[in-house]
Nanobody, 123 residues
């Protein structure tokens, strides 16, 4: 499976921005689908955004639409999550995922490869 390395988390104030990065390394076949998830303490993991890397088509969860944007670099080796107008409820561990197991590339997709997570705290 592809290896994923995340970076960019941190602690910010309400209304500020952060950009998360997920670098795709050591893959045989470049993943066609990648996503960002988050999980807060005591809550279920939530799919935040997904990107079909072949075409750049994206989808975002209703809770982050118009504030978060998933994208990829020109080489399609790095997946970004631009997070604007952050709120305290956005505080969570954020995970990058790739290598979706089957079916369409959407917010319900299941993934085989996961990064180590990066913490985002908004106060």
């Amino acid at each position: 499976h592809v290896q994923l390395v995340e970076s960019g988390g941190g602690s910010v104030q309400t209304g500020e921005s952060l950009r998360l990065s997920c670098r795709l390394i050591e893959y045989t076949t470049k993943p066609a689908c990648a996503a960002w998830f988050r999980q807060a303490p005591g809550k279920e993991r939530e799919a935040v955004a997904v990107i079909f890397t072949v075409t750049g088509r994206t989808a975002h969860a209703d809770s982050v639409t118009a504030r978060f944007t998933i994208s990829q670099d020109d080489d399609k080796n790095t997946i970004f999550l631009q997070m604007n107008n952050l709120r305290p409820e956005d505080s969570a561990m954020y995970y990058c995922a790739a290598d979706h197991e089957s079916g369409p590339c959407n917010l319900a997709a299941e993934f085989a490869a996961w990064g180590q997570g990066t913490q985002v705290t908004v106060s």
